[in-house]
């Protein structure tokens, strides 16, 4: 499974981005059975979840995302997408997306998930200037 994020960008405070993550190659027949967790790192920091979808499509939230970051799943696309809202310098990071072939992997801590995905696509930029 090839994952590939886009949607980065140079924002500033309080605007708004939507990031996309497109699998492609073998999905095991179907790309909803997938838990697709979106990442982020910032500079001198360590990698941390920030949001994820299961294969049913329950969606968990960093506690310093909820209420700004909605993540939703298009399976006939194989995409996930993360709409970021009131955007702060403090989200400033290479964002990450990965799956994991466990459906049920997002009921995991936030800071499990990491662990529990089994691919992970490059990364896209995200900048917001104060």
């Known amino acids: 499974v090839q994952l590939q994020a886009s949607g980065g960008g140079l924002v500033q405070t309080g605007t708004s981005l939507r990031l996309s993550c497109a699998a492609s190659g073998d999905t095991s027949g179907y790309f909803g059975y997938y838990a697709i967790g979106w990442f982020r790192q910032a500079p001198g920091k360590e990698r941390e979840g920030v949001s994820c979808v299961g294969s049913s499509g329950t969606t968990h939230y960093a506690e310093s995302v909820k209420g700004r970051f909605t993540i939703s799943r298009d399976n006939a696309k194989n995409t996930v997408f993360l709409q970021m809202d009131s955007l702060e310098p403090e989200d400033t990071a290479v964002y990450y997306c990965?799956?994991?072939?466990?459906?049920?992997?997002?009921?995991?801590?936030?800071?499990?998930?990491?662990?529990?995905?089994?691919?992970w696509g490059e990364g896209t930029q995200v900048t917001v200037s104060s």
């Open positions: 990965a799956a994991s072939r466990i459906g049920l992997a997002c009921r995991a801590l936030t800071t499990r998930w990491g662990s529990a995905m089994d691919y």
